[in-house]
């Protein structure tokens, strides 16, 4: 005997054998490519910038924002043989919008964070010549 139950958000089903072996009359319905509850990605069926994708880490919602999606359109939508090479004005006022909330949009010091973390008197060095000949005679 198939029953169901609710326990919380989730449907718990139970069937039995018997009802796995006729076969299914469910329908399937195609999605509606214009349904704006539907799950998009980053570019819309229609080639516009989803600006509500989880992608975009709110940066569109943001005091930034109107500056962030100028950038971003113009970005989307250059037609330059270097895409966004026409974009600098724009993404220069993003950058400087940003600025101006850093505790927002911290500035990605990882340079200066590498070189703080490197022991002194520790520098990188180019192989020698040693070095090299052993790797190439190894590789023969």
């Not at 054998?17 to 509850?37: C, F, G, I, Q, R």
């Not at 799950?39 to 930034?64: K, Q, V, Y």
């Not at 919008?97 to 703080?116: A, I, S, T, V």
Request: net charge negative; glycine share 6%.
């Amino acid at each position: 005997m198939s029953y169901c139950r609710q326990e919380g958000k989730d449907r718990i089903i139970f069937v039995t054998k018997e009802d796995h072996e006729t076969p299914s009359n469910a329908e399937l319905v195609a999605d509606d490519p214009n349904d704006p509850y539907e799950e998009h990605g980053l570019i819309l069926p229609s080639g516009d910038i989803n600006w509500n994708c989880p992608c975009l880490g709110g940066m569109a919602s943001g005091p930034c924002g109107e500056q962030f999606k100028s950038a971003f359109s113009c970005f989307h939508y250059s037609t330059e043989d270097v895409k966004g090479s026409d974009c600098v004005d724009q993404f220069r006022a993003m950058q400087e919008c940003m600025q101006k909330y850093p505790d927002l949009y911290p500035q990605d010091d990882d340079d200066d964070e590498d070189e703080k973390k490197k022991p002194e008197g520790l520098e990188e060095t180019a192989p020698t010549e040693t070095t090299t000949t052993k790797k190439e005679e190894s590789a023969s």
